[in-house]
């Protein structure tokens, strides 16, 4: 039984938004939302949180709570406080950004972390976009690219393209049982934060890690790798290590 | 005396005094806040009144009493002050297990509940918060009590003590909860939570006069 997700939010329909959003990535993981008082006004309800706790633990299950504004954190301590020791133990709140943070446990939830890994995948996810946010001003237009057509660039999408346009590439299959979830996504995010280039990897920005899990990259799959800028050797070079090394995972 | 009635009493005026301060509470609120203090604590003592009322039996320890507001407040009132004062009174009734407080049992009681919400909140002396009102409420309490002061006195003390930290608190920039969000603008403002322990604090106070 996957790890599952509790979202508390001050707002119902803040949470059963994030929790939309979060379960189009992780089909079958259990995500509950908490938000709202019981009349649908603003704030958090300990009995609505201490529900969804009571849900999410059933059947000796684990869950990640990720939390909006300080009163939710507050709400869940008091449930948990107040919460039968062991349902307590297997319950951790996150600190994460919301959406963000959702999103990446959620997806590392679907690829069958347990509590720990649920919890560092939601709590990696504020740094690693705070990361993306401050690149350099040329990879907001890498990523516009990435984001938008191929056509941008005659290069893209034309496998025997020679080298002698700038971009260097290369092809791997990756080796992870379980995808480019969360936890390896976020390695390759941050490795490429190192390097000054522009690396894209299926035509997504290698330097978002909500891009490169969107792409839900299963084993075996095939991960096209593209670079440009000064480091694109480098970047590329240590991208095809930590790929065939399985990012540690293996 | 620091009895059963004396819980019971100390929350009926709580209810009272915090529906009197309903709207300055809001107003406070929304200077520095989402708005929402007066009416969420209003909510939430309403509720344990109703529960009080209710009770088929009469409540054996002080902590008996304590314990019901706690978990009534924390699944009434919404917004941080449920699991704030909730946290508070739960403390407070395990240190108040007993049907009577001597003066060392009102400090307990009290230095129990200071110690939930700093658990909960995380929050330390000087960010406008209601730490800010009940740490000299405590710190008062302590004294009083190793002065020889009755229960009634230690309890006077910490109100009166209460009153000065929460209007201690208005030049101070909050670096804590919603109105930090403020930064130089919460300054100049008294923190509504520091404002309603003061308030809290001298319903305990009355109620043992």
Redesign the interface.
């Known amino acids: 039984m996957s790890v599952a997700l509790i979202l508390v939010s001050h707002v119902r329909e803040l949470a059963e938004g994030a929790v939309r959003l979060a379960a189009q990535m992780a089909p079958g993981v259990t995500i509950l939302a908490a938000g709202g008082?019981e009349d649908g006004?603003?704030?958090?309800?300990?009995?609505t949180v201490?529900a969804a706790i009571g849900r999410a633990t059933a059947d000796e299950g684990a869950a990640v709570v990720l939390t909006d504004?300080?009163?939710a954190v507050?709400?869940t301590?008091?449930v948990l406080?107040?919460a039968d020791e062991q349902v307590a133990a297997r319950v951790r709140i996150a600190d994460a950004p919301f959406v963000e943070g959702a999103v990446a446990a959620a997806v590392a939830a679907h690829g069958g972390a347990g509590l720990e890994g649920v919890l560092a995948a939601a709590e990696a996810a504020g740094g690693l976009f705070a990361e993306a946010g401050v690149e350099p001003a040329s990879h907001h237009a890498d990523a516009a690219h990435a984001a938008g057509a191929d056509s941008a660039t005659p290069a893209a999408g034309v496998a025997e393209q020679t080298a002698d346009d700038g971009v260097v590439r290369a092809t791997r299959t990756l080796l992870n049982p379980q995808g480019l979830h969360a936890r390896p996504a976020a390695t390759v995010a941050r490795t490429m934060a190192g390097y000054d280039a522009h690396v894209r990897v299926n035509g997504s920005n290698a330097a978002s890690v909500l891009e490169l899990m969107k792409l839900a990259a299963p084993q075996g799959a095939e991960l096209r790798i593209e670079a440009e800028g000064p480091q694109a050797q480098e970047a590329v070079d240590a991208l095809t290590a930590a790929i065939d090394e399985g990012f540690g995972e293996l | 005396m620091t009895d059963v009635a004396w819980a019971v009493d100390w929350v009926r005026r709580s209810a009272q005094v915090v529906a009197e301060h309903r709207e300055e509470l809001i107003e406070l609120d929304r200077q520095i806040g989402d708005g929402d203090h007066g009416e969420n604590l209003n909510r939430g003592f309403t509720a344990v009144v109703a529960k009080l009322d209710a009770l088929e039996q009469a409540p054996e320890t002080v902590g008996d009493v304590l314990k019901l507001v706690a978990t009534t407040l924390m699944s009434t009132v919404g917004g941080a002050a449920g699991p704030l004062y909730g946290t508070a009174f739960l403390r407070a009734s395990k240190a108040a297990a007993t049907p009577e407080l001597d003066s060392a049992g009102v400090v307990a009681t009290l230095e129990a509940a200071l110690e939930g919400i700093v658990a909960r909140g995380k929050a330390t002396t000087g960010e406008k918060t209601m730490v800010d009102a009940w740490t000299p409420a405590v710190e008062a309490a302590v004294a009083r009590a190793d002065a020889g002061g009755s229960p009634a006195e230690v309890l006077a003390a910490a109100a009166d003590a209460a009153t000065q930290g929460a209007q201690a608190t208005i030049p101070l920039q909050a670096t804590k909860g919603r109105a930090s969000y403020l930064g130089e603008r919460s300054v100049g403002h008294l923190d509504p939570g520091a404002r309603s322990t003061e308030l809290l604090l001298h319903a305990a106070a009355e109620a043992a006069a």
């Open positions: 008082l006004a603003i704030g958090t309800s300990f009995d201490e504004l300080g009163s507050l709400t301590e008091s406080e107040l």
